[in-house]
């Protein structure tokens, strides 16, 4: 298939995200914002550690107003967030739960 054998360039990573990625999903509007906020920097490289924890925010706050992501029955990153929410684990942790799950 040419789209997919062809070299990829940062802006079709990112491409790829939003058009192959689930439409119901709002993790794109997390990861997206969160993105935002490493603007000028010095360095055009971002650690999944450091990603996790403004993602997870943005999840956390997303989940606040609505108490749903997509149409998937459960998930082990978003019970994390909302674990989170209500106080029964630390940030550290739900840092930790969004780099092995929220990605």
């Given amino acids: ?14 491409r790829s995200i939003v058009l192959f990625g ?26 999944l550690d450091e990603l996790a924890i403004p993602f997870s925010k943005h999840v956390v706050e997303h989940l606040s107003r609505v108490d749903k992501q997509g149409t ?8 994390a967030c909302r674990r989170f929410r209500r106080g029964e684990i630390q940030k550290s ?6 780099v092995s799950l929220g990605f």
């Fill in 22 to 47: 689930r439409n119901v999903a709002s993790y794109k509007f997390a990861l997206a914002t969160s993105s935002l906020e490493f603007v000028g920097r010095e360095s055009t490289f971002v650690r």
């Fill in 1 to 14: 298939m040419p789209f997919i054998d062809a070299p990829q360039s940062r802006e079709d990573y990112w």
């Fill in 72 to 79: 998937a029955t459960s998930s082990r990153s978003l019970d």
């Fill in 93 to 98: 942790t739900l840092v930790e739960k969004t």
